[in-house]
C-alpha cells in the first residue's frame, strides 16, 4: 500500500477520536507565526494551504472558523476543514482538523448551523447537534469526465464541534448534472419553519428548502442583468438585515472567480426581497464588499445570539491569480480582520458597509495622536510611523482646501524604498491602490497594477481607518463605507508614511498598535 494511502486510512481511523482540553493546548503549542511575513493580527494556518472560510458559527461562547485545508502541501489539494476557535474573534486556537476527505470525496466549502429544535433528529434531548453542510467533490468523477461530481452532505458534531460524524446516508443532495453545484450555506427561515439552502450554481444562485436537512426540494434559481457573469458563481450567503431607514432587507453575497473589478476573485452582492422561495433583487446597480483584490469566499457567522445582533463577515485574504505562489514558505493565506456588515440605503440602492468588530479593543495596545500635523514646504506631510514597523491602525481625517475632495495620495514605506500607495483620484472619482513596489512582486504579473473603487463623494473631507498587518493592509473609508483589501510582501514592515496633494490638509492622524495574536 502506498504511504499517502496508509497516512490517509490512519487519519480516518483516528481523525474522530475525542481530543481532550490538554490535546488541544499541546496542538497550539507547536505554533510558533513569526516567519517572514507571518500576519501577526490575522488568522492564518499554523502550516501549509488554506482557502476559504468555512461553517462559521457561534456556539456557547466560541466562535467557530473551519476552512478549506490541506494539511500535505501549501498548494491547494484535497480538501479538509481545518478548524479554529475564538472567544473574542480575534484571538485564534488552532483545533485538529475536523472533516477529512473519504470515498465520496474532497470535503469543499460549505456552512454550519445549529440545529436548535433538532429537527434532523442528530441531537439528544440535551445537546442540539451542530451540523455542518459542505459539498462533496469527487476526484474520481471528475477525472472520468462526468458532469455530476459534486454534491451536498451534512455532518454533525455533539461535543462544541471537537469530533463529527458524517450522516450516513449522505449525500442529501445529489447533482442534477451541473458541473458547479456547490458550497451550500444553510440558515433557519423562522416564517416556515424549514431551512433554506443558498447554492452556488455555475452561473446562478439556487434555492432549496427542507425540514430536517436530509431530504431538500428546489426553490427558485436567481440570475441578474446587473450580475457579473466573467466567472464561476461560488460561496454564496443569504440573510437579513436593518437598513439605516429601518427596512427589513435580505442580502444575498455571490463569490464569483474570476469576474471581480480588479481581476481575478471578488464578492458581489445583491439586496432585496426573500420570501421563502425567491430572492428578488432590488439594486439598480452592482456593488461588491469589497475592491481590493484579496476578499474572497466571504461569507457571514450562523447564529450569533439576538442579543448580540451582528452580522459578521469574514473573507479569504487572496485571490485565485496567484494565491498558491504568493511568497510565504510554511503556510500559505490569511483570513481578513473579522468585520461587522451594516446597510445603508443611498441613491436608491442598498450598500453594505464593512468596519472591524469591535473586539479590536483587545488588540489595541497603545494610542497615539499625533498632534504637531505641519506640512513640509511643498504641502507634504511625512514621518516615521508613530508605532513604526509594528502591526498597527492608522486614522486620518483629510480634507481639501476647496469645496471637493481633492486629489492626494498616501504613501507607506520602508528603507529599501518598498512601497505601498493609496491614493484618491478626484477627476476620476476613484480610490486606488497601488502595490507595484511593494516588495517582492516577482511571482505574478497579476499582482501589480492600478486597483480601483469607483467612489463619488460631494464634500471635501474623507476619513480613513487602516488596518496594517506585517502582509496585507484593511483600508476602511469613511466608516466602512468603501473597503479595499490588498496583501503585500515587504523585506520589511513600512514605517515611514507620506501624505501629498495639493490641495489637502490632514487634520487628525492617530496611531494604535496591536498586538499579536499568537
Ligand atoms: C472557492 C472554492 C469553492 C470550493 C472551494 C474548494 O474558493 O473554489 O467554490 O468549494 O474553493 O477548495
Redesign the pocket.
Known sequence: MKLSIIIFLTFLAFGCKTKTHKQESAYQATVTFNEAYRPQFHFSPDSMWM??PNGMVYYEGEYHLFY?YYPDSTV?GP?HWGHAVSTDLVHWQHLPIALYPDSLG?I???SAVIDWNNTTGLGNDNIPPMVAIY?Y?DPVGAEQGRIDYQTQAIAYSLDKGRTWTKYAHNPVLKNPGII?F??PKVFWYEPDKKWIMTL?VKDHISFYSSKDMKSWQHESDFRSDIASYGG?W??PDLFSLKSDNNEEKWVLIV?I?PGAPNGG?GTQYFVGEFDGHTFTNENKELFWIDYGKDD??GVTWSDIPKSDGRRIFMG?MSN?QYSQIVPTEKWRSAMTFPRTVTLKKENGNYRILSNPVREIKNIQEKLEIVSDLKPNKKGNYSGHLPFRSSPQELKFTIESKSEKLSDFALTLSNDFKQQLILGYNAKQQQFYINRDKSGDVSFSNEFTGNHIAPFSINNSEIKLQILLDVSSIEVFINEGELVMTEIMFPSQPYDLYKISGSDIKVTQFEAIRLKSIW
Do not use: I, L
Open positions: 482557502n476559504d478549506q491547494w480538501m474532497y469543499f466549502s460549505g459539498t467533490h458547479d456547490r458550497d452556488a464561476v461560488e460561496c463569490n472567480n476573485s474572497y469566499a479569504w485565485w
